[in-house]
Nanobody, 116 residues
Framework: QVQFVESGGGLVQPGGSLRLSCAAS????????MGWYRQAPGKQRELVAD???????NYADSVKGRFTISRDNAKNTVYLQMDSLKPEDTAVYYC??????????WGQGTQVTVSS
């Protein structure tokens, strides 16, 4: 079974930056999209960004211009560069991989806290 290791979360001041990483333990075939979701306390999980096999990306309006998603296929890893962080970005961030013929894969989650 594929395992994911997320890293890069933590506490940062408003305006700061963090880079999240999510590495899969093995290659996943027939990927439809790789992405990041987040869930703040008392709120539903929401899509932050995703990237398709061809490289096209999609971002939530709230993070456009501040976050950048990327991937390294050779390392089975997806990244989320987060700049100009705001307190409202505080949440648990989960990586997600959607592939044909399988249920969606989820990382274990990493906490991001933006506070002064």
């Amino acid at each position: 079974q594929v395992q994911f290791v997320e890293s890069g979360g933590g506490l940062v001041q408003p305006g700061g930056s963090l880079r999240l990483s999510c590495a899969a333990s093995e290659k996943i075939f027939n990927i439809r999209a790789m992405g990041w979701y987040r869930q703040a306390p008392g709120k539903q999980r929401e899509l932050v960004a995703d990237i398709l096999p061809g490289g096209s990306t999609n971002y939530a309006d709230s993070v456009k211009g501040r976050f950048t998603i990327s991937r390294d296929n050779a390392k089975n890893t997806v990244y989320l560069q987060m700049d100009s962080l705001k307190p409202e970005d505080t949440a648990v961030y989960y990586c997600n991989v959607r592939a044909l013929y399988s249920a969606p894969y989820w990382g274990q989650g990493t906490q991001v806290t933006v506070s002064s």
